[in-house]
C-alpha cells in the first residue's frame, strides 16, 4: 500500500481546524492544525521522499518519490549505504542548480 494523506477542515463554531491523517503500511497518525498554519500543514503532509533500497543483485539504490508515491528518480547500483546516501547527498546539492540540456534539437 502507498502512503496516503486525507485533509479535513474542519470547523467547530468560530474555531477553524485542518485534520491531517497520514496513512502508511505501519501506522495511522492524525495531526491537528489551527487553520493559521494550513500552508504549512499542507507542505508537511505533501513532501516527496527518498527512498533507500536494495535491488535484486543486492547492492543499494535510492529513489525519490512524489508526494503521489510515483518514482521521479533513482540512481544506479551502489556497493554500500552509505554510498548511496552520498549520492541523493549531491542530487540535493546539485538538482538545484542543473540547467536543462535539450539534446532532441
Do not use: Q
Amino acid at each position: 500500500m502507498l502512503e496516503e494523506t486525507y485533509i479535513f477542515n474542519c470547523c467547530a463554531g468560530s474555531v477553524h481546524i485542518l485534520m491531517v491523517t497520514l496513512l502508511t503500511r505501519t501506522c495511522l497518525r492524525t495531526f491537528f492544525y489551527n487553520t493559521a498554519y494550513y500552508r504549512e500543514a499542507i507542505i508537511l503532509s505533501a513532501m516527496p521522499k527518498y527512498e533507500i533500497y536494495k535491488d535484486a543483485a543486492g547492492k543499494f539504490r535510492w529513489r525519490l518519490k512524489a508526494p503521489n508515491g510515483e518514482i521521479i528518480a533513482s540512481s544506479e547500483a551502489y556497493e554500500s549505504k552509505d554510498s548511496c546516501k552520498s549520492g541523493i547527498e549531491s542530487v540535493k546539492t546539485n538538482a538545484p542548480k542543473a540547467e536543462i540540456a535539450d539534446t532532441t534539437v
